[in-house]
């Protein structure tokens, strides 16, 4: 038995590799197929199985009404705390991303935080910053679809904005085990209506800089 040659480092160095690179030279990184099967697996597995009562509808900001939010989002989603053995290998998964992210790229993550989202037919994420300049401390967005099978056709695309006008939208199709990081602070998005059930699971890498905050 060699529990070295089997370490989530080893595994994951060329995926985290890719993705700080990319990060590095365009502030987003799309990556087809990369979340590791087994994780994939368990992670679809569980959000197949959860009831529809355990999601909830999400929310914007803190003290939003709940009609403003049905205008601009209509997914439900569901907090990852580490409930189950899937969740743990997702946290776990996680931090050995934000270790390796600090590492190569010196941007400071203390914490991440991470829901499954549901998009039922004609679901939908108005264009949306996850971030402010200045305010938040979200440092990056991260979302990976566990989506069988997606079709052209199934709608429901992740379009991802540059901040300077006039450049076309980047389109992101919600395929099974696709992973895009992005800076979310620069890069304004939107989820397009889904004809089908839309599963991922939303991520964010934050830094603690409350003293930055004005
Ligand atoms: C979000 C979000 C994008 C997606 O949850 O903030 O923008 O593709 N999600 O699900
Ligand atoms: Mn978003």
Redesign the pocket.
Known sequence: MNKVAHSPCDNNAALFDAIARDIADSGYSIQAKALPQPLLDKLSDQVQAMPASDFKQAGIGRNSEHQLNQVIRSDDIVWINGATAAERAWLDWLESLKVFLNRRLFLGLSSTESHF?HYGPGDF?KKHS?AFKGQANRVL?M?VYLNRDWLANNGGE?LLYREEEGQAAMKVT?SFGTIVVFLSEDFP?E?RPTQRDRF?I?TWFRCNNSSAIQ
Do not use: E
Request: charged share 10%; no cysteine; proline share 9%.
């Open positions: 989202a994420y996850d967005s979302v992740l919600p998005h989820v991922s939303a």
